[in-house]
């Protein structure tokens, strides 16, 4: 369960959806015909016996896959998301493990015994 939502889940750029969980990107990673998909749909993908490219159909292995361009990780991380414990909205995705560190008003304090 993820510890935010999308502020606008219609406004994400479909080139930032993954194309077999249909959701943002979560840790993309690259094929070498050019798709990108999440890490883990794309591994279990080929885990589950279909050795090729959702899309394009061509082989693909596991040892292949890269990581994205700077550009699709950045535009990843300035997606608008809602933290889902304190309720504020807008902060960028990539931000949203800072937020959560330091500014978020329900941030959990642990307590030494």
């Not at 550009?71 to 937020?99: M, S, W, Y």
């Amino acid at each position: 369960t993820s510890p935010f939502e999308y502020v606008d889940e219609s406004a994400i750029d479909p080139d930032l959806i993954c194309a077999i969980c249909c959701q943002a990107l979560q840790e993309p990673c690259a094929t070498p015909c050019g798709e990108i998909f999440c890490r883990h749909c794309i591994t279990m993908w080929l885990q589950t016996g279909d050795r090729s490219c959702p899309l394009c159909r061509k082989n693909l292995s596991v040892d292949v896959l890269t990581e994205p361009s700077r550009v699709i990780r950045n535009l990843l991380a300035q997606i608008p998301v809602k933290c889902l414990r304190c309720q504020q909205t807008n902060i960028q995705r990539g931000d949203f493990d800072e937020h959560v560190r330091s500014r978020c008003a329900k941030k959990s304090f642990s307590t030494v015994k």
